[in-house]
């Protein structure tokens, strides 16, 4: 059973950083397309960053300079580190991989990120 589980959400003040983590099992993680996604209240969720196997990343333009994507192929990890936060960053962020197999993709239950002073 494919599993995501995220972490490290929370209310930070912007200007401020945070660091999620997405801890996956069940299946392959080193050959799996691997990304973060956000939806704001009211809004349809988007792409953040996203990485494939071979390591290219791609960031959304809103974040670029901001955030950094990174996974440890150890621990089947994989990181956002977001850093000088905007209230509009203000979203649930959901971990996203699409499996090398039968390129189904798998989610997260989502971590809250709140920007706000």
């Known amino acids: 059973q494919v599993q995501l589980v995220e972490s490290g959400g929370g209310l930070v003040q912007p200007g401020g950083s945070l660091r999620l983590s997405c801890a996956v099992s069940g299946t392959s993680f080193s050959l799996a397309t691997m990304g973060w996604y956000r939806q704001a209240p009211g809004k349809e969720r988007e792409l953040v960053a996203r990485?494939?196997?071979?390591?290219?990343?791609n960031y959304a333009d809103s974040v670029k300079g901001r955030f950094i994507l990174s996974r440890d192929h150890a621990k089947k990890t994989l990181y956002l580190q977001m850093s000088s936060l905007k209230p509009e960053d203000t979203a649930f962020y959901y971990c996203?991989?699409?499996?090398?197999?039968?390129?189904?993709?798998?989610w997260g239950q989502g971590t809250q990120v709140t920007v706000s002073s």
């Open positions: 996203n991989l699409i499996s090398p197999v039968n390129s189904y993709a798998y």
């Open positions: 990485i494939t196997s071979v390591g290219y990343t």
